[in-house]
């Protein structure tokens, strides 16, 4: 893929930065204008993005939030979005080397035990959420995704996510019991908002919730009380 398209740096693939992160968290992407669509139509986005996709969800699981971001603009991209795809093939290309590893006996959590992670940003007019399960050091399971209704709320949007992380562990404990690797404590899943906790664990109230938030609070309360998941902060 670098190879591809070194035409668009400046000496080829020795004209390559790099990169610890494929752009810093401060960079505002805003929807391209006409103008700007216009002036960049030229460009290879579609292709540059469609290479980027099959590496990343192979091997690079924390490059998919910025995949998702310029995915947003397949219909119209702009120079400012071509130049972030490249900076994210950069980075790609230098971390080549650095790939999943397990190391069962360096988790701190045991051998073949999962946990999960659970976050979320608050926008309008969907927040976008990631998820990722680990086991033995590893990731066996990540979602990044734009939620499918609407939060009011940062509370409302880190519950959210933590039942779509909920819905993957219960589905990795079934297979992992399966193959004889019972999960017998209830997998830990990481969450750094407190009210959305109190709220899981039928200690806090719900005010003007929808339906569809209530039947994730109730899927996640009762997955906690059956001991498959245990909130942790």
Known sequence: ???????????GIDGMKDREIP????????????????????????????????????????????????????????????????QLLEYCFYTREIGIMA???LDPHGVNILYAYADSNFSTPRSTGCSLTMLNGCPVAIRVKKHSTTDDSTMKAEITEAFHASSDIVALRNLMA????????????????????????????????SRALDIRVFTLRNRIEDQEVALKW
Request: charged residues 20%.
């Open 1 to 11: 893929a670098a190879h591809r398209f070194s035409e668009f740096f400046e000496g």
């Open 23 to 86: 752009w810093c968290v401060s960079t505002t992407i805003t929807k391209p204008t006409y103008e700007e669509i216009k002036e960049a139509r030229h460009l290879p986005y579609r292709n540059l993005i469609g290479v980027l996709g099959f590496g990343v969800h192979l091997v690079k699981p924390e490059c998919r939030i910025y995949l998702q971001t310029l995915q947003e603009h397949m219909n119209g991209w702009s120079m400012m979005l071509f130049k972030l795809a490249l």
């Open 103 to 105: 190391t069962a006996n």
């Open 178 to 209: 399966e193959i004889g690797l019972y999960q017998e404590e209830p997998t830990i899943l990481y969450q750094d908002n407190k009210p959305a906790i109190q709220v899981a664990e039928n200690k806090g109230a719900l005010n003007k919730s």
